[in-house]
T-cell receptor, first 111, second 112 residues
């Protein structure tokens, strides 16, 4: 089955820890995206990548880091510098500026 | 900053009625897309309209785009309880390559 997979579905982090969220796609899409969604809010763009080994900051990149070493994978690290990391994180991919396909999300909670 | 703003923030209607949601955006775009999100899930793409198109249909969905007013509308006809979800517009701003930005969404509730 072709699709985009995020893992884990739920993640708990202690304050001061870094944590990495996984996003994998087998759709052969060139573009990949990370968004943050807070309760009752829209999606805010964290980072996006157009091709392998290249990525750009979105609107709320502070406290986050990404890598794009393979076309299929775009992991997001939430660092200890992110002061309010509790949120729902969504990964997406697309062919150019076409429709984006989304994963089912990772819900991150700081404990 | 978020490019799009949906209006209204929430909409409650009865089954069989039509639902209209609006989206306004700030800068010139290459295309505008509408997505649907069921609670706690990922988003699902509904329809894409290019900047040189004015109207597009897909099943019970009708999307219009007015680039002079920087606005779009999504009409869902003959709504069903299963249409209950949040609806978001998203844009690719012109000149920003693949950047895709979303609005805050409209929560649609269709009552049986």
């Amino acid at each position: 089955d072709g699709g985009i997979t995020q893992s884990p579905k739920y993640l708990f982090r202690k304050e001061g820890q870094n944590v990495t969220l996984s996003c994998e796609q087998n759709l052969n899409h060139d573009a990949m995206y990370w968004y943050r969604q807070d309760p009752g809010q829209g999606l805010r763009l964290i980072y996006y990548s157009q091709i392998v080994n290249d990525f750009q900051k979105g609107d709320i990149a502070e406290g986050y880091s990404v890598s794009r070493e393979k076309k299929e994978s775009f992991p997001l690290t939430v660092t200890s510098a992110q002061k309010n990391p509790t949120a729902f994180y969504l990964c997406a991919s697309s062919i150019g500026q076409g429709p984006a396909f989304f994963g089912q999300g990772t819900r991150l909670t700081v404990v | 900053s978020q490019q799009g703003e949906e209006d209204p923030q929430a909409l409650s209607i009865q089954e069989g009625e039509n639902a209209t949601m609006n989206c306004s955006y700030k800068t010139s775009i290459n295309n505008l897309q509408w997505y649907r999100q069921n609670s706690g899930r990922g988003l699902v793409h509904l329809i894409l309209i290019r900047s040189n198109e004015r109207e597009k249909h897909s099943g019970r969905l009708r999307v219009t785009l007015d680039t002079s007013k920087k606005s779009s509308s999504l009409l869902i006809t003959a709504s069903r309880a299963a249409d209950t979800a949040s609806y978001f517009c998203a844009t690719h701003p012109r000149g920003s390559n693949y950047k895709l930005t979303f609005g805050k969404g409209t929560l649609l509730t269709v009552n049986p």
